[in-house]
């Protein structure tokens, strides 16, 4: 078997042990901001608690944006790169997943076949790195794009890159909410502006538009002739 496969066995099998005992001492979001309040005080305590809140993410299912907030709440707008780190590495987990999962969906089932090969030619026309950096700036969950470029067959490198500058944004917004002591104790995301995301939103359409254009609607007619 292949050594590579064996690892990531261990990793994933590690992952989802911690996963069980974070989800056992966080219930909630909300719990898991409030008790990180409670190390605020002490920087290195407080990293190390981020550090398991990331590792931890992918399984409890939670926004990333979660993530940022905390790292406004301890750091302040230092914490900026910090948060643009911790994004990128809880992403990791389910691009790996999906990644891995493709190799052995291939051929498998058509509809997979139909998926993985719509997402390759998606990405090879956008530009890796532009592709999972529009899909971040879009309102959808993190999770989903990850696996989507997983799926996509996106290598590493592109995807890390395009997953810093896609979610560079949605820190600096959740750093913007995190430096704000009553609005993370209640876990409360709603005071950003709509109009941030909207154009957020609209610049990852339109950094879209044109290759999915050239890839699908423009193929349609040559498909059918």
Do not use: H, K
């Not at 939670?62 to 910090?82: E, I, K």
């Not at 993985?116 to 529009?134: I, K, Q």
């Amino acid at each position: 078997m292949n050594r590579r496969f064996v690892l990531l066995g261990y990793v994933v099998a590690g992952v989802a042990a911690a996963g069980a005992a974070g989800a056992a001492w966080l219930a909630s979001p909300e719990v898991a901001l409030a008790r990180l309040s409670l190390l605020a005080a002490d920087p290195v305590r407080y990293g190390v608690a981020l550090l398991a809140l990331t590792a931890v993410r992918p399984v409890l299912a939670w926004p990333t944006t979660l993530l940022a907030a905390a790292v406004g709440f301890g750091y302040g707008w230092v914490g900026v790169p910090l948060g643009v780190a911790l994004l990128v590495a809880t992403a990791v987990l389910p691009y790996i997943l999906a990644r891995t999962g493709r190799v052995r969906a291939r051929g498998a089932w058509q509809a997979a076949d139909r998926l993985c090969d719509a997402g390759e030619r998606l990405a090879t026309e956008t530009g890796s790195v532009r592709a999972v950096t529009a899909a971040r700036l879009l309102p959808l969950p993190s999770d989903a794009v990850s696996v989507g470029a997983g799926a996509a067959g996106i290598r590493t490198r592109p995807f890390l890159l395009g997953t810093a500058a896609g979610e560079l944004p949605w820190v600096i917004v959740g750093v913007a909410v995190g430096v704000s002591l009553d609005r993370l104790a209640a876990g409360d995301l709603s005071t950003v502006d709509p109009t941030v995301l909207v154009a957020m939103a609209g610049v990852g359409a339109l950094l879209l538009a044109g290759p999915a254009y050239r890839t699908f609607l423009r193929e349609e007619p040559a498909s059918r002739a």
